[in-house]
């Protein structure tokens, strides 16, 4: 059984920075790639990030030079930095994990408003 949580999301002004966490049950090495999604209200969910075994990392457009993913096989975690946050970036995010099966955590809610 994979389960992945998500923590981090909060409120933050425009501008601001957050960085959400995502930890896996067991090693992440067997999942390629990591991603985090994420979900406005009323709108599909859409990717935002994706990072290989390898490295290699993917952004959507919206968030390219403003959102970082990281991972850390010694702690089982895959990281998003995001920055300059905007208010079009309110949303749920969602860890998503690449093996056997398509995995997905709870989710945690990010706010950017004034």
């Known amino acids: 059984q994979v389960q992945l949580v998500e923590s981090g999301g909060g409120w933050v002004q425009p501008g601001g920075s957050l960085k959400l966490s995502c930890g896996a049950s067991?090693?992440?090495?067997?999942?390629?790639?990591m991603g985090w999604y994420r979900q406005a209200a009323g709108k599909e969910r859409e990717l935002v990030a994706t990072i290989t075994r390898g490295g290699s990392t993917n952004y959507a457009d919206s968030v390219k030079g403003r959102f970082t993913i990281s991972r850390d096989y010694t702690k089982n975690m895959v990281y998003l930095q995001m920055s300059s946050l905007k208010p079009e970036d309110t949303a749920a995010y969602y860890c998503?994990?690449?093996?056997?099966?398509?995995?997905w955590g709870q989710g945690t809610q990010v706010t950017v408003s004034s």
């Open positions: 998503h994990a690449d093996g056997t099966f398509g995995y």
């Open positions: 067991g090693s992440i090495f067997r999942f390629n790639p």
